[in-house]
């Protein structure tokens, strides 16, 4: 057994199994675990997935909302330990991997198409 099936196992066992599917243009609502002093509560972030990148346990995601007319932006690894729940809540019509434009789009015309043939 080599180092690469060594670190390959290790990866397996933190890998999360209960993802839902994600496509890029998805508004989705993640649940964050913030620690405060002692307490842990979880703060539901939502908003649209604008790029998705890499493999594995380093997939992430990068979802965009628009907060106070100032756009906010955060990476999420997918199979963090600080990440409580992923949900769905609207499936995106996009032709493009990366929405990178949408940064430099204003009010409704930053509005991504609902699709409707993907199940959520």
């Given at each position: 057994?080599?180092?690469?099936?060594?670190?390959?196992?290790?990866?397996?066992e933190?890998?999360?199994?209960?993802?839902?599917?994600?496509?890029?243009g998805?508004?989705?609502?993640?649940?964050?675990?913030?620690?405060?002093?002692?307490?842990?509560?979880?703060?539901?972030?939502?908003?649209?997935?604008?790029?998705?990148?890499?493999?594995?346990?380093?997939?992430?995601?990068?979802?965009?909302?628009?907060?106070?007319?100032?756009?906010?932006?955060?990476?999420?690894?997918?199979?963090?330990?600080?990440?409580?729940?992923?949900?769905?809540?609207?499936?995106?019509?996009?032709?493009?991997?990366?929405?990178?434009?949408l940064?430099?789009?204003?009010?409704?015309?930053?509005?991504?198409?609902?699709?409707?043939?993907?199940?959520?």
């Amino acid at each position: 057994m080599n180092a690469q099936d060594i670190i390959r196992s290790i990866e397996a066992e933190q890998m999360k199994t209960d993802l839902p599917v994600i496509y890029v243009g998805d508004r989705v609502r993640v649940g964050v675990k913030i620690k405060e002093g002692d307490k842990e509560r979880v703060q539901p972030y939502e908003g649209d997935v604008i790029a998705m990148r890499n493999t594995g346990i380093n997939r992430t995601i990068t979802v965009r909302r628009v907060f106070q007319g100032v756009g906010v932006e955060r990476v999420f690894l997918l199979h963090s330990p600080r990440i409580d729940s992923i949900k769905v809540i609207q499936r995106g019509k996009v032709r493009r991997a990366k929405l990178y434009y949408l940064r430099d789009r204003m009010g409704k015309a930053s509005r991504i198409k609902p699709r409707f043939d993907r199940p959520l």
